[in-house]
């Protein structure tokens, strides 16, 4: 399902939280999904992988991560204010030592020429540590920024435990 590469990312990272005895939680938008589906497809992911929220829509974001619809409302759902409040959400539900949310616009619709298809905004936080935030504007079909939104958030918890 997901390519070789990434999948051997993903289990240096599984491996990783598991010597360690870090747990991951995850939110996403744009990719519905995919970024839990790219971790539990390593065996043993049960052990660092807590949960993932799948917050599509606005109203999810606000009812299942706590953001204020303020917060939406003055920067849009795909900026880099909500990836942070949707990582930080994510730690303060789940019993987890990492986050990472992914929000964006996978096309081909929904841009702005403001917010260009391909756009994703991502965040990571470590409980008690730094948050990391990216901006990307990746191209191709929706399926390419969907996986290039995955394999950058990969890489964004790789960062967190290095």
Do not use: W
Request: net charge negative; aromatic share 4%.
């Amino acid at each position: 399902m997901f390519p070789k590469e990434l999948i051997d990312q993903t289990k240096a990272l599984v491996e990783t939280c598991r010597d360690a005895g870090l747990m991951i939680g995850t939110a996403e938008s744009c990719t519905g999904g995919l970024l839990a589906a790219c971790l539990t497809e390593i065996p043993g992911a049960s052990q660092v992988f807590e949960r993932g929220f799948v917050t599509y829509t606005n109203t999810a974001k606000v009812d299942m991560l706590g953001i204020p619809e303020a917060l939406i409302r003055d920067h849009g759902a795909v900026s880099e204010e909500i990836a942070r409040a949707m990582a930080e959400g994510v730690l303060s539900r789940v019993n987890a030592d990492l986050s990472a949310s992914i929000t964006g616009i996978a096309g081909p619709g929904g841009a702005t020429p403001a917010k260009p298809v391909g756009l994703v905004h991502m965040a990571s936080i470590r409980r008690g540590g730094e948050m990391l935030q990216e901006r990307h504007v990746f191209s191709g079909s929706r399926n390419e920024v969907r996986l290039a939104a995955v394999t950058a958030a990969i890489a964004i918890l790789t960062r967190q435990v290095a």
